[in-house]
């Protein structure tokens, strides 16, 4: 099994920063691919970001390209997503998400096996 615990959110207004840091213990050996989600209220969960072990490849949604940057630490099993200019659409829960394959489906989140519990992320006007 891989756990995996979310940090780094909160409330912030428009137009600032955030970086939320995701810890991974346990099988980290099965976190091939990790990503993160995110979930508003009455939403459905939508892709944000994905990256590969290695670092070489990286995806994301259309709606935070240019703004959110996501990385990790391998070494750390840590997985990074670095949120500026930050906008009120972008209040959720959000989520970071493991899975032990890279597939061309990894902006589903039924292609994760693993989740966090999430953590909150506020963008006031």
């Known amino acids: 099994q891989v756990q995996l615990v979310e940090s780094g959110g909160g409330l912030v207004r428009a137009g600032g920063s955030l970086r939320l840091s995701c810890a991974a213990s346990?099988?980290?050996?099965?976190?091939?691919?990790m990503g993160w989600f995110r979930q508003a209220p009455g939403k459905e969960r939508e892709f944000v970001a994905a990256?590969?072990?290695?670092?070489?490849?990286?995806y994301y949604a259309d709606s935070v390209k240019g703004r959110f940057t996501i990385s990790r630490d391998s070494a750390k099993n840590t997985l990074y997503l670095q949120m500026n200019s930050l906008k009120p659409e972008d209040t959720a829960t959000y989520y970071c998400?493991?899975?032990?394959?890279?597939?061309?489906?990894?902006?589903?989140?039924?292609?994760?096996?693993?989740w966090g519990q999430g953590t909150q992320v506020t963008v006031s006007s």
């Open positions: 998400a493991a899975d032990s394959y890279y597939t061309t489906t990894i902006y589903r989140p039924d292609n994760y096996d693993y």
């Open positions: 346990g099988r980290t050996d099965r976190t091939d691919v």
């Open positions: 990256i590969t072990r290695s670092g070489s490849a990286s």
